[in-house]
């Protein structure tokens, strides 16, 4: 199985109150302790934890996040 990830800079840059990137470790952690769920699921995991992580700093930056999950067949 490959989960492709290319988070946008908006998205790995983006920082809260004290000043500290959500990062591109932080998405791959959540990518990985979620990898056995389907791609919108996942999305949404990484959605929750990255406005929890902005703690409603406000954005200065657009979002972006397309994942594609890529799984081998059984055939």
Known sequence: MYIGRKPADGLKEC??????????????????????????SIQEIISSEFYRFLDEEPLYNDVTMILIKISESNN
């Open 15 to 40: 920082r809260n109150a004290k000043k500290e990137q959500f990062g591109t470790e932080r998405i791959t952690s959540l990518i990985m302790e979620n990898y056995m769920h389907d791609p919108a």
